[in-house]
């Protein structure tokens, strides 16, 4: 069953669609309206506005829209125009096209990711292999210069790539752990 509620707020009459129910076809909006997807959708979406995803929806489709926050299952290739947000359980199986992405720790995201120039990614660190010396002196609050001479002393676990050190979250974690940070 899909419900349409017409809500106001600071004045502004905002279109708000929940679909709770199974669905097939196509849907499309001219005007932004916020839809939210709580059951299962199987065909193509064209929005305007926010598009959620909800935490028990079920989605196989190709989908283009501004602002788009997958709690659930999506099969299918999304393009956004503003940004994707991936909560737990989320889960996207398929190709992403976004100017913004977040993915918060615990959704999953398989597929290719495309990016522009000037792009923003948002990732928690616990699930990067590599941290750079920037990253790595964030996660110390250290100095970088700190991190790249005890890189460079070999006093801290790191690898060169050119010229560049990486370090890997999981032998600095014991690395700290084992109480060598001075």
């Known amino acids: ?35 939210k997807i709580n059951g299962k959708f199987e065909g193509t979406l064209d929005t305007k506005g926010s598009l959620i995803i ?7 489709a190709s989908i283009k829209g501004e602002t788009i926050t997958v709690s659930g299952k999506v099969t299918g290739n999304i393009t956004a125009q503003e940004v994707i947000r991936i909560f737990p359980p989320g889960e996207i199986i398929g190709d992403i096209t976004t100017p913004s992405l977040e993915v918060k720790e615990g959704a999953i995201l398989q597929g290719n990711c495309q990016m522009g120039k000037g792009a923003k ?17 964030r996660y110390l609050e250290v100095e970088t210069s700190s991190v790249l001479e005890w890189a460079e002393r070999g006093k801290i676990p790191a690898v060169r790539e050119g010229n560049f050190w990486k370090f890997d979250r999981t032998k600095i974690d014991e690395w700290v752990s084992n109480e060598k940070i001075k």
């Not at 990614?121 to 002196?137: D, G, Q, Y």
Request: charged share 30%.
């Open 121 to 137: 990614f948002s990732a928690p660190i616990s699930h990067r292999e590599l941290l750079t010396a920037e990253e790595l002196a």
């Open 1 to 35: 069953m899909a419900i349409m509620r017409r809500e106001k707020e600071k004045g502004a009459e905002e279109k708000v669609l929940e679909v709770d129910a199974s669905m097939q076809g196509s849907l499309s909006f001219r005007d932004p309206v916020n839809l």
């Open 54 to 60: 909800g935490e028990n929806a079920v989605v196989h």
